[in-house]
DNA sequence: CGTTGATGAGTCATCCATGTCTCATTTGAG
DNA sequence: CTCAAATGAGACATGGATGACTCATCAACG
């Protein structure tokens, strides 16, 4: 083995085929190992000798989507400026994995018995934190939990991707539909 | 046969079957035909008489999903009065099939290719229109599609479901934490 | 009480996804 | 070029869910 690079192990390009069953398991969540293997342009077999089993491949996937979500969390900077900003902010950076999200969101349910990634939960903490952060400054209604909010947060991240993904409305919209509605609601202001 | 009632067949209890199996596939939706029957009270062999495979007990699911939508949508009386009123009155009609039509929610995508339904679209239609009325009325505001709001209710509905059922609110919370957040959103308002 | 019809339990064959294995082929390293 | 290592294609056994079937049992009707 040289130490120059792992050239040829490269044939096999784990980011790229995480990333492509990402896509395609978004799109159908019951495709076969053998739909992700030609999806990402490799052999079942190759497939089975990187992730052994579906399990490891959804585990792979966690940990992306985990990964992912924290760097958006970075990205947004929650703790800078108004917690409303930092929303719009946040919304913004975390779109591009909302459907991967979507996704796991869904699985996450099957492995119910088990035990879950604590990403998840680190994830929650600082978006919890968020809103409490607006509750406390008064920028936030306090008669919504900031538990709620978060738990809301997903939900119209979910819907906001389904929908795009749906062609229902366009994916330019997606940060303002979902912020704005978040924020402000679906009744007009007159203030300000 | 006798005309008095068909007592004897109602061993077999259609509606109950599909509430059980509603109730048991909302909270794991890889359940066997086996555990549902079992769930049921009923045999897997009985259970395969009356619903031919598991499509058509999904099928038969969905028909009750959208009728109770439906109902509920009767209930709430979207056409009176002010259209935020008839949301709140919505949700709260509907809280009870949430957990139904979750599970149709997630599993319609697996039915990807076929056409699907001409009730939910229904469904959509009637929620969009409350939401376009409240637009018109200059109640709601414009920026935001009706169509994105009605999207945005079913995400919400379905995180408020789960967030219920995981214990992470409570459950006399629901309609107002739904509504609510739907309507008026997250931030403060100093107005009224 | 006998008949009729549905149920429950069990068996069986089938299908499909999966995981493992082998072998020929390809590709990069030396 | 030669060797090492990974890939691709295919075969194979396995397990689980499913659907169809049989047969004994049970309840209601006449």
Redesign the pocket.
Known sequence: ??L??Y???M??DRDHVLHVAADLLTRKATA???EVARAA??????L???F????ALVRALEELGIAKCEAALEAARLEEGAAAGAVRRLVREIQPCTGLLTFLYSENQLFEGEKQNAGWFRIDERLTGLFRRGQETGEFRIDLSATWLTEALYGLLAAGSWAVAEGRVARNDFTHMIAELLLGGAMRRDES
Chains 1, 2 share one sequence.
């Open positions: 083995m040289s120059m690079g050239y040829w192990l044939s096999f076969t190992m053998e342009g490799i052999s079942r077999a190759t089975n000798r990187h052994t089993g579906r399990d």
